[in-house]
C-alpha cells in the first residue's frame, strides 16, 4: 500500500508547477549560490526534487546537480523541463531513506518539505538526515526546509487545528501533542482534472529538535531561520509565526 506522499506526487506534476509557493525558486537559488559563494565547481545534491525547479535553476548557472525524488511521474517531468531548457541535469528515481552516496557531494538542498519531515516514523526522518550526512563531503553544507513546531504551539493548538486554510488541509486536523504530528485530509486536483483526497501524516519539530538531530549525526554547526518562501535569508529570525523554518548546517 502506497504512502499519501506517493500516491500525492502521481499524476500531479504539472499542477504541482502551478502552486502559488513554487513560484520563488529564482530567488531561493540566489541564496543557495550565495551559501556556497558563487563556486561553479561545488557538486550538489536536490533531495526530493521533485519536478526539478531547484535542480534545473541551478543547472542553469553551471552547476552540477544531481537531483532524487522518489516519484518517477515528477522526475518525468523534471528531464523533460531540463530539455526544454536545454541544460544538463541528474535525474535519479531513489529513496531518501536508502540512498548511498558516500561524500560525492559538496552541498545537499531538501526544500519545501522534499522527504524530510514526510515520512511517517521518527526514525524514518533521521535515516534521511543521516544519508544527507553522508553524501557530503568534508566541510560539505546541507540546507533545508522543514515545518516550524513553535507555530502550532504559538497558535494554540485548537485553532491551528480548526484553521483549515494551510496549503489546502481541512479543517479535520488532529494535532497530536505527544508526538507532535499533524494528521489532516488533503484534497487536490491531479493532472487530469481529478479530485484526489490524501490522509496526511506530518511531523512539526521545535528548533532544539532540530539542532540536536543533527549534532547527533555529526554536524558540527547548525542554525535555524526562518522561512519565507522566494524569501531565503539569514536576516529572518524564526518566530512562532513561521510555518517553516530555513535549517543551515555544516560539517
Known sequence: MKQWYEELFVGYADKYD???YTHGTIKEV???EQEI????????????CGTGRHSIELAKRGYRVRGIDLSESMLAKAREK???AGVKADFVQADAREFNYKQEFDLAIMLCEGAFPLMETD????????????SLH???????????????????????VNAGTVAGRSAENS???????????????????????????????????????LKTIGFGQAEIFGCKPGIFSRNNKLTPDDFEMLVIAEK
Open 175 to 213: 494535532f497530536d501533542l505527544m508526538t507532535f504530528r499533524d494528521h489532516s485530509l488533503y484534497t487536490i486536483t491531479d493532472d487530469d482534472g481529478k479530485p484526489k483526497q490524501l490522509t496526511c501524516n506530518e511531523r512539526y519539530y521545535v528548533p532544539s529538535e532540530i539542532s540536536w538531530l
Open 123 to 134: 526514525e524514518m526522518n533521521f535515516t534521511i538526515l543521516q544519508n544527507a550526512f553522508s
Open 30 to 32: 540566489d541564496f543557495i
Open 82 to 84: 531540463a530539455g526544454f
Open 18 to 20: 502551478e502552486e502559488t
Open 138 to 160: 568534508e566541510k560539505g553544507k546541507l540546507i533545508f526546509t522543514t515545518l516550524n513546531g513553535l507555530f502550532p504551539l504559538f497558535h494554540s493548538v485548537k485553532d491551528f
Open 37 to 48: 559563494d558563487c563556486d561553479k565547481s561545488k557538486k550538489i545534491l536536490d533531495i526530493g
